[in-house]
């Protein structure tokens, strides 16, 4: 009978209220019983061990912190060196792309620059709400980690392309404001991508400013 090795595994988010926190704690409870899994909030309450997963993570992860681990991952959302940066999902969607590659990748000093394990797309019809949106994401994310742990004697990283590079700057709240004089269908991709607890739409008019929920009946 072939005995499967153990692994400590480590996930590393930033905040308990990102809506992928409760799929990664769903994915812990599913992980085989032999490997060990830690969901933790911050780089100082990790030790070491084989796979640290840098999973919505806004954190610095210096080399030091790294070589704590045979492996240290990201999950990214663009095809890479296309779309660095921040929230990279969200900015294709307001470009009216609908198949958007999410990559797995090896944390570097520079951001978003390490060589890419995995591949996925994420195919999106166009109605999706924010959280449509993200389940799906988090179903992809928790693929390719599960696809890493399984994989990583056989996966051969590559190194990204050198061309075609660019960055996505960090959303603000002030990205989701809603220009009152255009229509809804102008501006639907912006009303859909925007969390309606963390960073909601929201429109000023005649000296106010108004939420925007929107929700599937």
């Not at 806004?58 to 990201?74: H, N």
């Not at 944390?107 to 166009?126: F, N, P, S």
């Given at each position: 009978m072939k005995v499967l090795k153990a692994m400590d595994i480590t996930i590393l988010t930033s905040s308990q209220d990102h809506p992928i926190y409760n799929s990664l704690q769903t994915w812990k409870n599913l992980n085989p019983k032999h490997n060990q899994v830690e969901i933790k909030?911050?780089?100082?309450?990790?030790?070491?061990?084989?796979?640290?997963?840098?999973?919505?993570?806004?954190?610095?992860?210096?080399?030091?912190?790294?070589?704590?681990?045979?492996?240290?991952?990201?999950?990214h959302a663009s095809d890479l060196p296309s779309g660095r940066g921040w929230s990279p999902h969200i900015w294709q969607i307001l470009e009216g792309k609908s198949d958007i590659t999410v990559s797995l990748l090896?944390?570097?000093?520079?951001?978003?620059?390490?060589?890419?394990?995995?591949?996925?797309?994420?195919?999106?019809?166009?109605h999706e709400l924010y959280n449509e949106i993200n389940e799906c994401l988090s179903d992809i994310t928790l693929n390719l980690m599960s696809a890493a742990i399984d994989q990583y004697n056989k996966i051969k990283p590559k190194a990204q392309r050198t061309d075609d590079i660019s960055?996505?700057?960090?959303?603000t709240p002030s990205d989701s404001e809603i220009d009152p004089s255009l229509t809804i269908e102008q501006q639907f991709d912006l009303l859909?991508?925007?969390?309606?607890?963390?960073?909601?739409?929201?429109f000023e008019l005649r000296g106010q400013r108004y939420k925007i929920k929107i929700e599937k009946i």
């Open positions: 909030l911050s780089a100082n309450e990790i030790s070491g061990g084989d796979f640290l997963f840098l999973i919505s993570c806004s954190e610095i992860i210096t080399k030091t912190i790294r070589d704590k681990y045979k492996y240290c991952l990201i999950v090896e944390a570097e000093d520079k951001v978003d620059t390490g060589r890419i394990w995995l591949q996925k797309t994420m195919h999106l019809e166009g960055y996505y700057p960090k959303r859909r991508i925007a969390d309606p607890d963390r960073f909601p739409a929201f």
